[in-house]
């Protein structure tokens, strides 16, 4: 049990959650999650529930399973949650602080993709190029942190 205050919500700021105590960080390789995820799996952390608060808005959720639904921003889109009948996880890249949330199991194994045990043994891009462009981006992303107000900047209207 990792006990703290913990903070964190969606890509553009209007959904936002604290937590004071979080369970079992871990990944899951189920194709449910790969989806919901779209990617090669989902890292999830465990809370509790008397500990945890939405602190902005509230995410939507898809019923994906007959006892399991999925929370995500309905502006953004950032997946956020997986409630099932034994409790809630949280998306641990919508955590502000993601330093202390390695996973520490890994859960349908037997479901992950064949080549996930080695892609991080492939090459490292070094184009300094590429990355000086990347500090050219605009971002309306939600800073790591909690804010008073985050406008809405809603570039694609």
């Not at 004071?20 to 989806?35: A, D, N, V, W, Y």
């Not at 184009?127 to 981006?137: C, N």
Request: proline share 8%; net charge negative.
């Amino acid at each position: 049990m990792k006990e703290g205050l913990f903070t964190g919500g969606c890509q553009c700021g209007a959904v936002r959650f604290r937590a004071e105590k979080l369970g079992r960080p871990s990944i899951c390789h189920c194709r449910m999650c790969q989806k919901q995820f779209g990617g090669f799996f989902s890292a999830l952390v465990t809370v509790e529930p008397e500990h945890f608060s939405w602190t902005r808005g509230e995410p939507a959720y898809f019923q994906s399973s007959i006892n399991i639904d999925r929370g995500f921003c309905a502006k953004c889109g950032t997946p956020m949650t997986y409630r099932h009948p034994g409790g809630l996880e949280m998306a641990i890249g919508a955590f502000d602080d993601r330093t202390e949330l390695a996973p520490e199991i890994q859960v349908n194994h037997a479901s992950r993709l064949p080549w996930v045990e080695t892609i991080f043994d492939q090459p490292v891009l070094e184009d300094p190029d590429f990355y000086s462009r990347q500090e050219q981006i605009i971002s309306f992303q939600h800073p790591d942190h909690d804010t008073e107000v985050w406008p809405s900047m809603e570039p694609w209207k």
